[in-house]
């Protein structure tokens, strides 16, 4: 259980078997594993729920049920997996073969309700900013200010009285989204050598991967059942009476553990054949490969929504295939003992993942019309320098993905329509220099650092298009949004690091380090960027507020370790004592992430109408925060 945030915890454990047989010139190798799992999770919010609690660890996912803690969001998973391996020299010639499966499922809980108040504490509805009467809001802020759990938590208890006021049928429920994969991949080859320094890799590679999505009834939280209907349609005038989430099986009572609300596969085929030629001297290498492989990707729903009956939401959708090719070149040359220098470049041409390119995967066949392929390309240069006491790695890089396809599903503020967005032509631009050193103090102590300066933006405004998710019809098409610029919000511009590590004498090595981070940014949302957002703003401070990416704080972290290691009845079994503490200096208002919801807000009426983004949702990271482990490894 963490020990500072209600709600989250960990479940975990691990088992793993590996078999060898010893072949002539080769081996046999198998090797299974699997871990459950179980943990509590928090929440992201925005800044105004963490100053009203007082609290930058605050999770509104929890709350207490018949007095004991209990939490809405809880990822489950059991995904074993299995490996078989073959390898064997013949004369000059290598032969290879892998196979491996993995199967099981994973999902996260989440509550839901039907036509009921919202049992999310941290709503942008229930907190105190939302109100315009100032009696009411004060009365709001001093129950979040006097951490009420009523109100700042979920209340589980009201929850499960309000369902006991109905006819059996609940009005809250908790759901589990779940994802069931079923993985094959085969790979199966042979290194040869066709001259003096020259020699061929080739092998032949398939893969098959068939993921089934549904939800799941995790808790009916004291009721019976659930009717399995789209229930955002119940009161929809022209939607209504295509109610059934699963027309074949109309009016469907769907009660604790069954399948309800949508299900439906995503699969993805794949065969090709990979080439790597290899030219390698003492002193210089020169690799030069490339990948082809024949893609198929389809979606196959197993649910015949109302709504799009047929083949609309049953059975195959349209196939994507695509002929996917990487072709990918390296080069590395020793000038001398200490000196070193190599670089690479690559350039695919992939299929998009199938869940980025469907309109609404959980009861849509409907693909975007967007080119489905990506093309990235990246390279990297490297100077190395090697010394007793002191070594150094300097490179610079380069990444680039152009033709992105991401599709997003929210409630549309300005049409009052849950709406599916195709943002298409996204192009990302990344580029910078690293350098890592080390060195000898002396024979006990060593300081090493690194250092990384980097550009990791949108290089294009992307159109977006919103499509009605009722009836596919289209709101709004070819918008463009004001993207270009941006961080991607994935990595820092400047990440520093600094560790000085100390041997000290019968076994225990000490460490102090200091980690730095700036240029962060919260991920930014294409939606409120788009231009017919954009042309409401009243004023330039407005469009400002619209589209202006918010930097997160600067982050620096200092933290230390000890570690020891015995000997215990001789060298096969050793325990091992490592204790750590981070952030010395107990930073507790540090983001540790932010991004930008897609919603809006309305304010004013008539003339006075006008838009403004939705706050950021935030996480942050812990103060000080220590770690011990005790670990006995015998044979």
């Not at 919202?118 to 200010?145: A, K, M």
């Not at 004001?482 to 600094?498: E, F, R």
Request: charged share 25%.
């Amino acid at each position: 259980r963490d020990m500072r945030i209600e709600g989250v915890f960990t479940q975990r454990i691990e088992a793993a078997m590996a078999l060898t047989r010893r072949l002539n010139n080769g081996s046999l190798s198998l090797v299974a594993m699997v871990a459950p799992s179980q943990r509590g999770v928090r929440s992201a919010t925005s800044n105004e729920a963490f100053e009203l609690t007082g609290d930058y660890l605050y999770n509104p996912s929890w709350g207490f049920h018949d007095g004991k803690e209990r939490s809405s969001r809880v990822r489950r998973e059991v995904l074993p997996s299995v490996a078989l391996s073959f390898n064997q020299m013949k004369g000059e010639h290598r032969w290879f073969a892998t196979l491996y499966g993995r199967a099981g499922y994973r999902s996260i809980s989440n509550l839901n309700w039907y036509d009921a108040r919202i049992p999310t504490p941290d709503n942008y509805r229930l907190l105190p900013s939302y109100f315009d009467s100032d009696v009411v809001r004060d009365e709001v802020e001093q129950l979040w200010r006097d951490r009420d759990t009523r109100y700042t938590q979920i209340n589980w208890d009201e929850l499960y009285a309000r369902n006991a006021m109905t006819d059996g049928r609940s009005v809250y429920i908790v759901e589990d989204l779940t994802e069931a994969p079923k993985e094959l991949r085969a790979l199966a080859g042979g290194e040869f050598r066709m001259a003096h320094h020259t020699s061929l890799v080739a092998a032949i590679v398939a893969e098959y991967n068939n993921t089934e999505y549904y939800k799941r009834m995790r808790d009916l939280l004291g009721g019976e059942y659930i009717i399995d209907i789209d229930q955002f349609l119940v009161d929809d005038e022209r939607f209504g009476s295509s109610l059934l989430n699963d027309l074949q099986n109309p009016d469907r009572r769907v009660e604790q553990g069954d399948k309800f609300g949508y299900r439906y596969r995503l699969i993805d085929y794949r065969f090709g054949g990979r080439v790597l030629l290899r030219y390698h001297t003492n002193r210089f290498a020169l690799d030069v490969g490339g990948e082809v492989e024949s893609a198929t990707k389809w979606r196959e729903g197993l649910y015949e929504k109302q709504l799009f009956a047929g083949r609309g939401s049953f059975g195959r959708s349209q196939m994507l295939r695509s002929v996917d090719a990487t072709a990918k070149s390296s080069l590395r040359y020793t000038i001398s003992a200490r000196h070193r220098v190599w670089g690479a470049v690559a350039i695919a041409r992939r299929l998009q993942p199938l869940s980025q390119l469907l309109l609404q995967p959980a009861y849509n066949n409907a693909i975007a019309t967007v080119d489905p392929r990506s093309i990235t390309f990246q390279g990297e240069v490297a100077y190395a320098y090697r010394a007793p006491s002191f070594t150094a790695t300097i490179k610079g890089f380069f990444h680039s993905e152009s033709n992105r396809t991401e599709t997003m599903r929210f409630f549309d503020d300005l049409s009052y329509n849950y709406v599916d967005a195709v943002v298409s032509d996204i192009t990302h631009q990344n580029f910078g220099a690293e350098l890592s050193s080390s060195v000898g103090l002396s024979s006990r102590l060593w300081l090493e650092g690194a250092l990384s300066i980097g550009s990791y933006r949108y290089a294009s405004n992307p159109s977006v298009a919103l499509y009605s998710d009722r009836d596919n019809s289209v709101i709004v098409e070819g918008a463009k949004s004001y993207m270009s610029g941006l961080q991607t919000a994935a990595t820092p511009q400047l990440t520093a690091m600094l560790r000085l590590r100390y041997s000290v004498p019968f076994g225990w090595r000490i460490d102090l380090n200091a980690a730095y981070a700036s240029g962060r940014y919260a991920a930014p949302t294409p939606i409120r960027r788009m231009t017919r957002i954009t042309e409401h703003t009243l004023s330039p401070e407005e469009f400002a507020e619209m589209t202006e990416q918010k930097r997160l704080k600067d982050a620096l972290l200092i933290g230390a370790s000890a570690m020891r290691s015995w000997e215990i009845g001789g060298e096969q079994s050793r325990l091992t004592l490592v204790a750590s503490v981070r952030n010395i200096l107990s930073d507790n208002n540090l983001a540790y992430s932010a991004y930008e919801p897609s919603r809006i807000l309305r304010q004013g009426t008539g003339a006075n109408l006008h838009y403004r983004p939705m706050p950021e949702r935030y996480t942050y990271s812990y103060p000080i925060s220590f770690n011990v482990s005790l670990t006995y490894k015998f044979r």
